[in-house]
């Protein structure tokens, strides 16, 4: 680490740092991404070289790129026509204002139309083709202005002050221009950017190109832009050695995904293309860590493994694909602890919160090498190993990590239950650690009514769910291995779990349960929290009606969704992240809670309204948040300027809330597949939901709405399944 002398020595660089590249808005972004490559840039396709806050090529928690200009003869694209991102690939439309060409000639405005195609096979591969649609030849200047802070994620963010190195001078070798940067982890960095054809002229970061263009021609200039980080004395490491062999298996990997919509055919063109968006992305957050895949959690400021935020992704997606479940659960339990160490606030069994690979961490600046400061993401790992097995049969996956599973059972009995109650808590022991464990993660995100925040430890609301999930999923998967007295002791605790989460979270006063549980007292605002802990099946049944009937007041429902925190609470802002906005993923488990509880009408309303949400954003995407301002009085969701689009579980929120809406529960250790009163809101009138696999079996559903009533039919059934339908 450094020490504090040499911190302060960089202090007044960082306030200068701070006040040019730090701005207040990613709204209008255009994403592509493949693996550990992402490219952030406005939606002309540019990365701005002042007020860049979150334009960039990232890899490894690095920005490898935080400048690209494009100007045609000094003017920039300001005529964008087109813009598009999509997954892997991008294209941009541009055409002129008037101008002067090289020559002098006066070429009148839109005669000339610009694209730029790009792709990112483990680089990005840009072509940039200029037509000239007047009746006479033009010289064209193309310059191409870049730049490389290569800053660390958590300095960009404004968590952590850049380190004292310093860039290295751009160089061109006569074919490729070289952005160095040498980081005091003493590994180089460099981005490289090739052209063809060569540039006319380099000056210094400054590229141009003198196109001539015949009448009614075209010119085109290519570029690769290339990055590698190199450790002392070993091979350049880099995101991929052969981009063509990479663009064949991220096309593969596309049509799978759009197999994958297409075995759910619904009546409702835009529901089909929310769909085809939401898998997209979750395959465009698609990385691996030694071979496992899984989701990261959202770009550009969480494009990582996140314990929590992959497992939740991938619960989402469980009854389309059960393969990345598994993987899922193979990468988190590779990283789960075996020790204690305060700098990350790991505790052994504990499951990883967040894993970084920037400069910072290697300098172990930053304690997310990787940092354990999450208090649900264990027992959201126990929950997604049950779920997965519900879905696969594949009881061989719970033998190969009963270690794992008994570890994280232990955390929870032990580390966690730190106030000896039964209870699970937290508290942060690390200097640089967060604040705050639950989902929920901001220092401000728990409080009491009277504005003061939580004390620690504190005990959230939906965790105590979790444990209970977990708990009672895991009892007769441990009868399945014969460990019959530790599944009765499982489902013994928690019972007493579910009796003392009701009698101590419970506000009579208020008739809802309280947010949380602090070291004094009780966090009495009204959230969003304990309605999570419907889907974890620990509210009793007396206190249910109540909290559905809160939750659906005006100063809780959006008519979009449900806030984080109540409107009446003082810490109440529609743009706070966790104190008034809607999170999307927050009320697809909601929703799927108030499935298991059978307030059906109630599911259905959350469901429209996101819907509604996703078909008014751009390209149907529904972003990480947004503002928990009330439809009747501004017409559109609006946009939080910050949040992560695409983000996992964001985009896991139209299939999960799907999958409570046809009401489908698996069962593959008693070869059952149960539909429990399925409910289609009233703009979707038929879904076909093809090839879902419950252990060996494949089984054909249709959904199709009649007046009120929603009626199965079973077309096909390859396999000897129970499909047991209850209306």
């Known amino acids: 680490m450094l020490k504090p002398s040499e911190r302060e020595g960089i202090?007044?660089?960082?306030?200068?740092?701070?006040?040019?590249?730090?701005?207040?808005?990613?709204?209008?972004?255009?994403?592509?991404?493949?693996?550990?490559?992402?490219?952030?840039?406005?939606?002309?396709?540019?990365?701005?070289?002042?007020?860049?806050?979150?334009?960039?090529?990232?890899?490894?928690?690095?920005?490898?790129?935080?400048?690209?200009?494009?100007?045609?003869?000094?003017?920039?694209?300001?005529?964008?026509?087109?813009?598009?991102?999509?997954?892997?690939?991008?294209?941009?439309?541009?055409?002129?204002?008037?101008?002067?060409?090289?020559?002098?000639?006066?070429?009148?405005?839109?005669?000339?139309?610009?694209?730029?195609?790009?792709?990112?096979?483990?680089?990005i591969r840009q072509s940039h083709t200029i037509r000239n649609f007047n009746t006479f030849p033009v010289t064209l200047n193309l310059t191409f202005e870049l730049d490389a802070d290569f800053a660390d994620m958590f300095t960009i963010r404004g968590i952590a002050p850049p380190t004292a190195a310093e860039v290295l001078p751009a160089r061109f070798d006569g074919k490729n221009l070289y952005l160095s940067y040498e980081g005091e982890d003493k590994r180089l960095r460099n981005t490289i950017i090739a052209f063809e054809p060569s540039p006319t002229r380099v000056e210094g970061k400054i590229c141009t190109f003198e196109l001539k263009i015949a009448a009614h021609g075209l010119q085109t200039v290519n570029l690769e832009i290339s990055v590698e980080e190199i450790k002392p004395g070993q091979e350049p490491e880099r995101p991929v050695e052969n981009p063509d062999q990479r663009m064949n298996q991220i096309m593969r990997s596309y049509v799978e995904a759009l197999e994958c919509c297409e075995n759910i055919p619904t009546?409702?063109?835009?529901?089909?293309?929310?769909?085809?968006?939401?898998?997209?992305?979750?395959?465009?957050?698609?990385?691996?860590?030694?071979?496992?895949?899984?989701?990261?959690?959202?770009?550009p400021w969480y494009d990582a493994l996140f314990g929590r935020d992959s497992i939740i992704s991938a619960l989402q997606l469980l009854p389309l694909e059960a393969g990345l479940a598994k993987s899922t659960l193979l990468v988190n339990a590779k990283f789960q602890s075996s020790r204690s160490d305060d700098w990350r606030?790991?505790?052994?069994?504990?499951?990883?919160?967040?894993?970084?690979?920037?400069?910072?961490?290697?300098?172990?600046?930053?304690?997310?090498?990787?940092?354990?400061?999450?208090?649900?993401?264990?027992?959201?790992?126990?929950?997604?190993?049950?779920?997965?097995?519900?879905?696969?049969?594949?009881?061989?996956?719970?033998?190969?990590?009963?270690?794992?599973?008994?570890?994280?059972?232990?955390?929870?009995?032990?580390?966690?239950?730190?106030?000896?109650?039964?209870?699970?808590?937290?508290?942060?022991k690390s200097p640089l650690g967060i604040y705050n464990h639950g989902w929920k993660d901001s220092p401000d995100?728990?409080?009491?009514?009277?504005?003061?925040?939580?004390?620690?430890?504190?005990?959230?609301?939906?965790?105590?769910?979790?444990?209970?999930?977990?708990?009672?999923?895991?009892?007769?998967?441990?009868?399945?291995?014969?460990r019959g007295n530790d599944a009765a002791r499982l489902e013994r605790e928690a019972g007493e779990l579910k009796?003392?989460?009701?009698?101590?979270?419970?506000?009579?006063?208020?008739?809802?349960?309280?947010?949380?549980?602090?070291?004094?007292?009780?966090?009495?605002?009204?959230?969003?929290?304990?309605?999570?802990?419907?889907?974890?099946?620990?509210?009793?049944?007396?206190?249910?009606?109540?909290?559905?009937?809160?939750?659906?007041?005006?100063?809780?429902f959006t008519e979009w969704g449900i806030r984080t925190l109540s409107a009446k609470e003082k810490r109440y802002n529609p743009l706070g992240y966790h104190n008034g906005t809607v999170w999307p993923h927050d009320n697809a488990i909601?929703?799927?809670?108030?499935?298991?509880?059978?307030?059906?009408?109630?599911?259905?309303?959350?469901?429209?309204?996101?819907?509604?949400?996703?078909?008014?954003?751009?390209?149907?995407?529904?972003?990480?948040?947004?503002?928990?301002l009330t439809r009747s009085e501004?017409?559109?969701?609006?946009?939080?300027?910050?949040?992560?689009?695409?983000?996992?579980?964001?985009?896991?929120?139209?299939?999960?809330?799907?999958?409570?809406?046809?009401?489908?529960?698996?069962?593959?250790?008693?070869?059952?597949?149960?539909?429990?009163?399925?409910?289609?809101?009233?703009?979707?009138?038929?879904?076909?939901?093809?090839?879902?696999k419950v252990g060996n079996t494949v089984t054909d559903l249709n959904f199709r709405r009649v007046e009120e009533e929603t009626l199965v039919n079973v077309s096909k059934k390859s396999g000897d399944i129970n499909v047991i339908i209850e209306y």
């Open 634 to 692: 501004y017409g559109i969701p609006v946009k939080y300027p910050v949040a992560c689009s695409p983000q996992a579980w964001a985009s896991g929120t139209m299939p999960f809330m799907l999958t409570a809406s046809l009401g489908i529960s698996p069962d593959a250790l008693n070869n059952r597949l149960i539909i429990n009163k399925p409910h289609l809101p009233s703009w979707l009138d038929n879904v076909q939901f093809n090839n879902v």
């Open 499 to 556: 009796e003392r989460f009701n009698r101590q979270f419970w506000m009579k006063d208020k008739q809802f349960f309280a947010q949380a549980l602090d070291a004094e007292g009780v966090c009495d605002v009204i959230s969003s929290n304990p309605a999570q802990c419907m889907w974890a099946g620990i509210i009793d049944q007396k206190y249910v009606k109540h909290l559905v009937d809160r939750i659906f007041r005006d100063d809780m």
């Open 11 to 123: 202090r007044e660089a960082w306030d200068i740092y701070k006040k040019h590249t730090l701005s207040s808005s990613i709204i209008n972004e255009m994403v592509i991404r493949n693996n550990e490559l992402a490219f952030i840039t406005q939606e002309d396709g540019e990365i701005p070289i002042t007020e860049n806050y979150g334009y960039g090529l990232y890899y490894h928690d690095c920005r490898y790129l935080s400048g690209f200009l494009i100007r045609l003869m000094d003017i920039p694209p300001t005529q964008v026509l087109s813009s598009d991102g999509r997954g892997f690939r991008s294209t941009l439309i541009v055409t002129n204002p008037e101008l002067k060409d090289c020559m002098g000639t006066t070429i009148a405005k839109e005669t000339l139309l610009g694209t730029m195609a790009t792709t990112i096979p483990g680089c």
């Open 345 to 428: 606030d790991q505790e052994p069994g504990k499951i990883l919160h967040e894993l970084r690979l920037g400069e910072l961490a290697n300098l172990n600046l930053i304690p997310q090498t990787p940092y354990y400061g999450t208090v649900d993401a264990t027992p959201l790992f126990l929950i997604l190993l049950t779920e997965y097995v519900n879905w696969t049969g594949n009881i061989e996956l719970i033998k190969q990590l009963e270690g794992n599973v008994d570890q994280a059972l232990k955390w929870i009995d032990i580390y966690a239950n730190m106030e000896g109650n039964g209870f699970a808590y937290y508290a942060v």
């Open 267 to 299: 009546s409702n063109e835009i529901f089909n293309s929310i769909m085809v968006r939401s898998l997209a992305d979750l395959n465009t957050m698609r990385m691996t860590i030694k071979g496992d895949m899984f989701h990261s959690a959202g770009i």
């Open 445 to 482: 995100s728990i409080s009491r009514s009277d504005g003061t925040l939580a004390k620690q430890p504190i005990a959230v609301a939906e965790a105590q769910g979790y444990v209970y999930m977990a708990k009672k999923g895991l009892a007769p998967l441990f009868r399945q291995l014969g």
């Open 590 to 628: 909601i929703a799927m809670g108030l499935r298991k509880y059978g307030f059906i009408n109630e599911m259905s309303l959350l469901f429209t309204g996101m819907y509604e949400a996703a078909r008014a954003f751009e390209g149907y995407r529904l972003p990480e948040c947004f503002a928990g």
